[in-house]
């Protein structure tokens, strides 16, 4: 198949299980066009059968905001001309999905069929989706998508109550590919690994997002006070954003900034995770919990908020702990106890990458994809 995706090209999980979609279908020998505004980030440019294509925003006096769904619409519409499309798979309803459709439109009307399927990731609903003004047209244009698919049923669940959705909702869960996301199985080089970040007798704990508010860093930090202040340790924090700031001032005024590793955005989390003892994902909302699966994957189990999609990732007291929002002590005591328990973090950490390799892998999930694709194709005529 030819299949041309389209996906926010930053540091969230919508652009992630893109960008790594379309890679694993390249390599099982579909042939790939990214449609977007800049090169998604965990693209090296040198994946055969993937291609990208720049949108081109023009900024006029007339505008005050640059018409990027316009945009994006053309180029998708000339891509899909261009390159014989069989389909689009927009990632994130907002604008992705309404430039979907009106790219469908505008080759239909030169007698082209272009099917699109509409992969729903979270905030696109539960937060930007909900905004009086775009609730109308998200609503329409997952109706009038050709196919649907959502990260989590507690997402379905929630475009259906929220939005009135009549049309099905498959759900595909997020995917981590397990040759790539592994544990470090000889323990001498792990140990020289985690020598650069942490004493041999302290433990690391990592957290791995973008900064968001929704992602409550400040209470990553609060933990980690809460832990050091009982077990030697350091924190590795991953990613950047809006909150970075506050989640270092804080540090610096509870006297933990120098047990603080602030690492910014990195390109191989999957070479930092392998060397943390616990994740730390304190989220208000997290529809999937993707950096927890990635986490699992490298025998990482989570410290973790019960909300949204995260129970059908993490089995409570089995591959992680689940605490309420907000509840920071009672996080802290979970990580102290486990940190300080190694047989039942060991069997955590086994549970965990268990988890991943036989319910998550992108060899199970993946083929999901393909034959969704198959279904709409076939259902479009």
């Given at each position: 198949m030819r299949i041309g995706i389209t996906c926010y090209p930053t540091y969230g999980g919508s652009g992630v299980v893109a960008t790594e979609l379309g890679i694993e279908l390249a390599a099982a020998g579909h042939e790939v066009h990214f449609i977007s505004y800049s090169q998604p980030f965990r693209l090296s440019g040198r994946d055969d059968g993937i291609f990208y294509h720049e949108v081109p925003v023009s900024s006029y006096p007339l505008f005050e905001f640059p018409p990027y769904d316009l945009a994006l619409a053309s180029r998708m519409a000339e891509v899909a001309e261009f390159y014989e499309l069989d389909l689009l798979h927009v990632h994130y309803a907002i604008p992705h999905s309404v430039s979907a459709l009106l790219a469908r439109q505008m080759l239909a009307a030169r007698g082209r069929r272009l099917p699109f399927v509409t992969t729903l990731h979270g905030t696109d609903?539960?937060?930007?989706?909900?905004?009086?003004?775009?609730?109308?047209?998200?609503?329409?244009?997952?109706?009038?998508?050709?196919?649907?698919?959502?990260?989590?049923?507690?997402?379905?669940?929630?475009?259906?109550?929220?939005?009135?959705?009549?049309?099905?909702?498959?759900?595909?869960?997020?995917?981590?590919?397990?040759?790539?996301?592994?544990?470090?199985?000889?323990?001498?080089?792990?140990?020289?690994?985690?020598?650069?970040?942490?004493?041999?007798?302290?433990?690391?704990?990592?957290?791995?997002?973008?900064?968001?508010?929704?992602?409550?860093?400040?209470?990553?930090?609060?933990?980690?006070?809460?832990?050091?202040?009982?077990?030697?340790?350091?924190?590795?924090?991953?990613?950047?954003?809006?909150?970075?700031?506050?989640?270092?001032?804080?540090?610096?005024?509870?006297?933990?900034?120098?047990?603080?590793?602030?690492?910014?955005?990195?390109?191989?989390?999957?070479?930092?995770?392998?060397?943390?003892?616990?994740?730390?994902?304190?989220?208000?909302?997290?529809?999937?919990?993707?950096?927890?699966?990635?986490?699992?994957?490298?025998?990482?189990?989570?410290?973790?908020?019960r909300v949204g999609g995260v129970p059908e990732l993490i089995d409570d007291g089995v591959t992680g702990l689940l605490f309420s929002v907000g509840n920071v002590d009672d996080m802290a005591a979970g990580a102290i106890q486990l940190l300080a328990d190694p047989v039942r973090l060991q069997a955590m950490r086994v549970a965990a990458r268990k988890t991943a390799t036989t319910r998550f892998c992108s060899t199970k999930i993946v083929p999901q994809y393909v034959q969704y694709y198959e279904s709409v194709l076939a259902n479009a005529g």
């Open positions: 609903i539960t937060l930007v989706g909900l905004d009086r003004s775009y609730l109308p047209i998200t609503r329409f244009s997952i109706q009038e998508s050709d196919g649907v698919t959502s990260i989590s049923r507690y997402l379905k669940e929630k475009t259906i109550a929220d939005f009135g959705v009549t049309r099905p909702i498959e759900v595909i869960p997020n995917f981590v590919n397990c040759d790539v996301y592994m544990p470090i199985k000889d323990e001498a080089a792990r140990a020289a690994a985690r020598s650069r970040l942490a004493k041999p007798d302290e433990a690391i704990l990592i957290h791995l997002s973008n900064f968001r508010p929704v992602k409550r860093v400040a209470d990553v930090v609060k933990v980690f006070a809460h832990v050091a202040r009982e077990i030697p340790a350091q924190l590795v924090l991953v990613g950047d954003g809006p909150d970075r700031s506050a989640a270092e001032w804080l540090a610096h005024d509870l006297g933990i900034h120098a047990r603080i590793h602030f690492l910014g955005k990195q390109d191989r989390v999957n070479e930092l995770l392998p060397l943390a003892d616990l994740m730390l994902m304190p989220s208000e909302l997290e529809s999937f919990g993707l950096a927890a699966l990635e986490a699992m994957a490298c025998k990482v189990p989570s410290i973790a908020t």
